[in-house]
């Protein structure tokens, strides 16, 4: 048995076909970890939801930015973002049915006999995966309720920009899902810039990538990510995997094997 885990699909169903065909996947030996960001800006987010949906326990997802847009969506937001393509699930016969799927995912999955963990944007540098999930599963809880309308109706924002254990109520459920699936940039205090979504070089004065923070609490955890795109995968420091190489906007789409973390990718596309 294998265990491949592949950055941010987006919607890019075909480069995903001929991915899952490179590293031969069988679903009934081998397990698919994805990264988030399942949907939109690519043209087959509905065929992705489905297939995805379909494998069962074969595949271990979590949430991104983008999924949880998607379930915004669904759930009465009028939020519809720039090169939203999400218009087919939400109009699809099996949309209720998907989206009862897409609650029941997490937004960090946490390995502990392997030592791996995977997050859509990354853990902050003063959490541990441990306190990751625990803090990810007071989201999880909401998101499975029947306050899921309140709570997609209140995420968005960038404030509060910083984690304190006193938050309470929507500010504290947001300030985790911006650590979670939107991060890229913090400064030495965990403060989350959220408009710089470019490459390292563009961090704005007093900022780092989150990753080059002091004194990271998940530094011995091997670590999956995907969100940052202008990464290209590369990171260059131990135990992290950066996944989203792109293939949304005419990159690559990246498979890691984590037995022995080769990397596998097929361009977005075919020719």
Not at 118 to 140: I, N, Y
Not at 197 to 218: I, Q, V
Request: charged share 25%; with cysteine; aromatic share 10%.
């Amino acid at each position: 048995m294998a265990i491949y885990a592949i950055g941010d699909i987006q919607g890019c169903f075909e480069p995903l076909q001929r991915l899952l065909n490179l590293i031969r996947f069988d679903p009934s030996h081998d397990q698919l970890w994805l990264a988030g960001d399942l949907v939109n800006r690519g043209p087959q987010s509905l065929e992705v939801l489905r297939w995805a949906c379909d494998l069962g326990n074969r595949v271990t997802t979590v949430l991104g930015n983008h999924d949880l847009h998607l379930l915004a969506r669904y759930y009465g937001s009028d939020r519809r973002s720039r090169g939203d393509t999400l218009d087919e699930v939400l109009a699809a016969p099996d949309c209720a049915e998907l989206m009862w799927w897409l609650r029941q995912q997490p937004l960090v999955h946490h390995d502990e006999a392997s030592g791996w963990c995977m997050v859509h944007a990354g853990l902050p540098p003063r959490w541990g995966p441990r306190k990751a999930r625990r803090l990810a599963g007071e989201v999880e809880a909401i998101l499975r309720s029947d306050q899921v309308e309140v709570f997609l109706a209140g995420m968005y924002g960038n404030k509060p920009d910083i984690w304190q254990k006193e938050l309470q109520g929507i500010d504290r459920w947001r300030v985790i899902v911006n650590y979670l699936t939107r991060m890229r940039f913090i400064d030495v205090n965990g403060r989350l810039d959220l408009e710089s979504k470019e490459g390292l070089d563009t961090a704005p004065p007093g900022f780092m990538p989150w990753f080059e923070a002091p004194d990271r609490k998940a530094e011995s955890t091997r670590l999956i990510f995907g969100h940052w795109a202008a990464l290209n995968g590369e990171v260059n420091l131990p135990n992290l995997f950066a996944l989203d190489t792109g293939c949304v906007w005419g990159g690559q789409l990246t498979a890691l094997r984590l037995d022995d973390q080769q990397r596998f990718s097929v361009a977005a596309s075919p020719d």
